[in-house]
């Protein structure tokens, strides 16, 4: 039982540098989500998707881009990586919005820029 | 003001003790409540939701007072295991979850 899979767990990339953070889930969910998590803080939203084809910004989307081609598959793109966005990041599915309040949450990837 | 507040603690407490935390909202649009438990270098995971009536759930007790913009959640007979941050998160009917920042809670032999 899969659920959600991010990869890498751990980069660590130089300033301007590029990278995908993958993201898979095999629950069939619709909603997809990444999130951010600095040291001490909540869980920011970065950007969602309601489903295949749709994706929306959420609170802090500068830096980051998304894809969403499969139902399976929520990649999370930074192409000019910054200090600002050391950070873990956790991608997130749901079978409907609210659901119960029941996000499914993969282990995270830490990323550092130095 | 922040849409969710939470004292980030630590609550340090002895094994067996009983334990209270709340959590102040702004939105009184907010439809669903509920309480995540993050483990230290971990992913959140879904611990109970909230209801106007309250929700227990084994030495968990979860209440919800809408007229203060507030839950809380109590737990009784802590355990080590219980030893984690506690992330309050609101539905607001927005596009996803608004999380709080967490109140960690250490509970010590």
């Known amino acids: 039982n899969a659920g959600v899979t991010q990869t890498p767990k751990f980069r660590i990339l130089k300033i301007g540098q590029s990278m995908t953070l993958q993201c898979t889930q095999d629950?069939?969910?619709?909603?997809m989500y990444w999130y951010r998590q600095d040291p001490g803080m909540g869980l920011k939203l970065i950007y969602y998707s309601v489903g295949a084809g749709i994706t929306d910004k959420g609170e802090v989307p500068n830096g980051y881009n998304v894809s969403r081609s499969t139902t399976e598959d929520f990649p999370l793109r930074l192409e000019l990586a910054a200090p600002s966005q050391t950070s873990v990041y956790f991608c997130?599915?749901?079978?409907?919005?609210?659901?119960?309040?029941?996000?499914?949450f993969g282990e995270g990837s830490r990323l550092t820029v130095l | 003001r922040k849409e969710v507040e939470q004292d980030p603690g630590p609550f340090n407490v002895p094994e067996g003790a009983t334990v209270a935390f709340n959590c102040t909202y702004s939105n009184s649009a907010s439809q669903s409540f509920f309480w995540y438990r993050q483990d230290c270098r971990k992913e959140p995971k879904l611990l109970m939701s909230v209801y106007s009536s309250g929700n227990e759930d084994g030495r968990f007790t979860a209440q919800l007072n809408r007229a203060s913009q507030y839950i809380s959640l109590l737990i009784r007979d802590s355990k080590l295991s219980d030893s984690a941050t506690y992330l309050c998160v609101l539905d607001t009917g927005r596009r996803a979850l608004t999380f709080g920042s967490g109140t960690r809670l250490q509970v010590q032999p």
């Open positions: 997130a599915s749901s079978p409907r919005q609210g659901a119960g309040g029941e996000l499914f």
């Open positions: 629950m069939n969910h619709n909603y």
